[in-house]
């Protein structure tokens, strides 16, 4: 039996990218919140790869949903092996012109679903003894953001969750690392930002999702490595 992957936000852009790398040789859960035409191409690619995989839906800032939607991977394929705590909202605002609702989107998307998904999935894999959780953060975690303050203390918080979750499992078989990504060549990336970015970048291109989705895979593989932060933006932060 293969083991199983679950990737929020996978309908799309670096989420998309990693399910499809783990789909190699992990059966897949594609999460997705309202894209289902894009999580059904990513689950087909899967089943292409020869693995298995299903689409969910659900809000991950409910936890009742986040929940459910960990029973319905367990019945499908007997658990969850890995968790990517991928799904993620930018509004790209100036905290001063940033409403109530898009900090606290901001906020609990990015943050507060990692953690629901987190404790939803850690029962189970304590009691089998193993696995993996990836958190997908970004340099704006790590370095701050130059556009959104919510953003970029959500995933910083990211790295706390990371490194707690790290040191309070890790002795009971569960891993956790965080990739933190640097400008991205997804459409989430603002186009009038591309060319100045790209002549900061030593490699003179934006990162692809799938050289993440690589470092992902990495992290949701290895027993070498737990509460680690890997930056992936092709040097721009050095």
């Known amino acids: 039996m293969s083991p199983t992957a679950l990737v929020t936000g996978a309908s799309g852009g670096i989420g998309s990218a990693i399910a499809r790398e783990l789909g190699a040789d992990h059966d897949v859960v594609v999460h997705y919140h309202s894209d289902?035409?894009?999580?059904?191409?990513?689950?087909?690619?899967?089943?292409?790869?020869?693995?298995?995989?299903?689409?969910?839906?659900?809000?991950?800032?409910?936890?009742?949903?986040?929940?459910?939607?960990?029973?319905?991977?367990?019945e499908a394929f007997g658990g969850v092996d890995v968790l990517v705590n991928n799904a993620g909202l930018l509004h790209a605002?100036?905290?001063?012109?940033?409403?109530?609702g898009q900090v606290?989107?901001?906020?609990?998307v990015n943050l507060e679903g990692a953690v629901y998904c987190a404790r939803a999935?850690?029962?189970?894999?304590?009691?089998?003894?193993?696995?993996?959780?990836?958190?997908?953060?970004?340099?704006?975690?790590?370095?701050?953001?130059?556009?959104d303050?919510?953003?970029?203390?959500?995933?910083?918080?990211?790295?706390?969750?990371?490194?707690?979750?790290?040191?309070?499992?890790?002795?009971?078989?569960v891993?956790?690392?965080?990739?933190?990504?640097?400008p991205t060549d997804t459409p989430l990336y603002a186009e009038e930002r591309r060319p100045e970015t790209v002549a900061?970048?030593?490699?003179d291109r934006l990162?692809?999702?799938?050289?993440?989705?690589?470092v992902a895979r990495t992290f949701a593989t290895t027993e070498a490595m737990t509460g680690q932060v890997l930056t992936v933006d092709g040097g721009i932060s050095l």
């Open 36 to 74: 289902e035409d894009g999580a059904e191409s990513v689950a087909e690619d899967v089943r292409e790869r020869g693995s298995e995989a299903v689409t969910h839906s659900c809000d991950v800032t409910d936890p009742e949903a986040v929940a459910a939607m960990v029973e319905a991977a367990e």
């Open 93 to 100: 605002t100036a905290l001063e012109d940033a409403s109530v």
């Open 207 to 214: 990162v692809k999702p799938e050289e993440i989705a690589e």
């Open 121 to 147: 999935v850690l029962p189970g894999m304590l009691e089998r003894g193993e696995g993996w959780i990836v958190n997908v953060s970004s340099t704006a975690g790590t370095d701050g953001s130059p556009t």
């Open 149 to 173: 303050a919510a953003y970029g203390a959500a995933k910083s918080g990211l790295l706390g969750l990371t490194k707690s979750l790290a040191k309070q499992y890790t002795s009971e078989g």
């Open 104 to 108: 606290q989107g901001t906020m609990r």
């Open 200 to 203: 900061a970048s030593p490699i």
């Open 175 to 182: 891993f956790a690392n965080a990739v933190a990504p640097g």
